[in-house]
């Protein structure tokens, strides 16, 4: 399963529209939950991009609409930043319900101080991290000075934010300054993860150090160099988000071990998304990326799958080297394959049958070393035409294909 639709009730009933993305291929490793920025939906750009960077490390992430933004009901006027961190705990508990609580909270610009806010209350929490947050929600006042006035004097006021209009309610100020932020971070008892930019024009990076400041340890700093507020460039989302799920894995418990079923059963998932060529991998827990160069529309993330197939051969010559070496008891010592593949004309090939189109041909490169003698080097280098993989390439190979 790629990707979920789900929906949730928030403290007043209301339906709030979410994503819950998964891994490749797995039984997600750990669920994460992620609020995003004021006024933003959870189909920015960057979110997405953070939520891939942890599906690749098993990790499954659900992105929600806060009430009145998105897909979600309710009246955005009516909300604030103490519904914000209500509408976090609904989905907390609607995961846990569910599927099973999060054990990591993410949270983007006055995202982040909602995460903060709201962990206590979310007893799964092991980890959170916050993206360009601000260390008191007021912060925000700043984009709404220009209506301040009327806001107060009127009781509410429509302004003009990236773009789309929004009614800002005096009660929406005055919650503002209701939240102490420090309190809530120096007690927050989870460990946490602050990125923040030193470029960030719309939440000062000072504001990462007061958190910091406030925040007991365990406690982490990441600079999000020449990355702007919104992460509108995807190599900061993504950088984003593979720090997180690094970070997040030394409070994950470890989960690696497979059991003989999947061994026996040699499943390898892959998920190619709808922009671009870049592929996930999961080969039996372990996860992998492949692409293409850039010059074939590629963004060059990882190697191409003839790069994948020729590495399957080369691992599995070593692997059959070192297992026939010990078994003998010669003193092998370390190996080193090289490869290179290729296509040539089958007429250039003296080895080949068919001379009328092009063939593969794959130059491996065997080093041995260790006190080997002559003998024992030449019997090495016929085992390795004996690799399963060297016969699997020579064999004839059946493939079954059908859509799901």
Known sequence: MHFQKVEFKNADGETLAARLDFPVGETPRA?????????????????????????????AVLRFDFTGLGESEGDFADTNFSSNVADLVSAAEFMAEKFEGPRI???????????????????????????????????????????????????????????????????????????????AIAGLRRALLILHSPIDNTVGVENAAAIFQAARH????????????????????????????????????????????SLA??????????????????????????DEPESVGGTNAGPTPYDLLVSALGACTSMTLRLYADHKGWPLEDIDVSLKHKKIH????????????????????????????????????????RCPVHRTLHSEVIIKTHLK
């Open 31 to 59: 669920f994460a939950l992620f609020a995003h920025c004021f006024t933003c939906s959870k189909n920015l750009r960057a979110v997405a991009n953070i939520s891939r960077a942890l599906n690749q490390q098993g990790i």
């Open 105 to 183: 909270l993410i949270g983007h610009s006055l995202g982040g101080a909602a995460v903060l806010q709201a962990a206590p209350e979310i007893a799964s929490a092991l980890a959170v991290a916050t993206i360009g947050a601000p260390a008191e929600p007021s912060h925000v006042r700043h984009l709404l000075t220009e209506k301040e006035e009327e806001i107060r004097a009127h009781g509410q006021a429509e302004l003009t934010l990236a773009g789309r209009k929004f009614t800002i309610k005096k009660q929406f100020l005055d919650d503002l300054d209701a939240n102490n932020m420090q309190s």
């Open 218 to 261: 365990p406690k982490s700093f990441v600079s999000l160099d020449h990355a702007d507020h919104l992460l509108t460039q995807e190599q900061d989302s993504r950088y984003a988000g593979a720090v997180i799920a690094a970070w997040a894995e030394r409070y994950l418990e470890a989960s690696t071990a497979r059991s003989s079923e």
């Open 265 to 290: 059963d040699n499943r390898i998932s892959v998920r190619t998304r709808r922009r671009g060529l870049q592929t996930e991998i999961n080969a039996n827990g372990h996860r992998l990326l492949a």
């Open 346 to 385: 089958a007429r250039d090939c003296e080895e080949c049958e068919t001379t009328n189109a092009k063939v593969d041909q794959i130059e491996r490169e065997i080093e041995l070393h260790g006190a080997l003698d002559e003998t024992q080097r030449t019997r090495l280098l016929e085992i390795a035409d």
